[in-house]
């Protein structure tokens, strides 16, 4: 499994907590009255959400660097060698 594959995964990963936070979240907003523990999951998710911003962030970062030395060694490798002879 190559980096770029497991950058994939994760982000997926990602998305489907940043789904499922925003489904509660629209559960939070639709209640005409939301208690004080109702209030502090309603924070935590927003944090979290912050936090997963953050990590998709350096995700990216890495994911350019991944696919640079990726395509420094397919130029490598398409590059031709002179080879020596021997005499």
Known sequence: MNHLELLREKIG???SEIAHLQELNDRYW?????????QVAHGQRHERLQEIQQELSQLADLGQRVRSVEQ?????RSRPYL???AS
């Not at 639709?30 to 109702?38: G, S, W």
């Not at 420094?72 to 490598?76: G, P, T, V």
Request: net charge positive; charged share 40%; proline share 0%.
């Open 72 to 76: 420094m060694k397919e130029h490598h």
């Open 83 to 85: 080879v020596n002879r």
């Open 30 to 38: 639709l209640r005409v009255r939301n208690d004080t523990q109702a």
């Open 13 to 15: 990963r990602l998305r």
